[in-house]
């Protein structure tokens, strides 16, 4: 099976940064699109961002435009994300998902999920 495994998550201050990475592997690996994630105590799982494989076209929520970068490394079958001027807001568990094909209309596979706090 297909298996995601996020990295890079922590504890940091107000302002500062961290760049996430979810590496995707398995027997055969199908992917269109990579998208993040993110499920705040208490909050439903809202979207962060995501980015197809082919041709790189990016996505962002509102909340996170001018803050958070989405990229891929093809070669590696990793995704990052780059996350700048954080704040508490942005505390939460981060996961990534995989979209299979182009024409699914959800994300198939899940990661495990890596923790994100901000402190004040």
């Known amino acids: 099976q297909v298996q995601l495994v996020e990295s890079g998550g922590g504890l940091v201050q107000t302002g500062g940064s961290l760049r996430l990475s979810c590496a995707g592997s398995?027997?055969?690996?199908?992917?269109?699109?990579m998208g993040w994630f993110r499920q705040a105590p208490g909050k439903e799982r809202e979207f962060v961002a995501s980015?197809?494989?082919?041709?790189?076209?990016?996505d962002y929520a509102e909340s996170v435009k001018g803050r958070f970068t989405i990229s891929r490394d093809n070669a590696k079958n990793t995704v990052y994300l780059q996350m700048n001027s954080l704040n508490p807001e942005d505390t939460a568990v981060y996961y990534c998902?995989?979209?299979?094909?182009?024409?699914?209309?959800?994300?198939?596979?899940w990661g495990q999920g890596t923790q994100v706090t901000v402190s004040s």
């Open positions: 998902a995989n979209r299979r094909r182009f024409y699914s209309l959800k994300y198939d596979d």
């Open positions: 980015i197809r494989w082919s041709g790189g076209t990016t």
């Open positions: 398995g027997r055969t690996f199908s992917s269109y699109a």
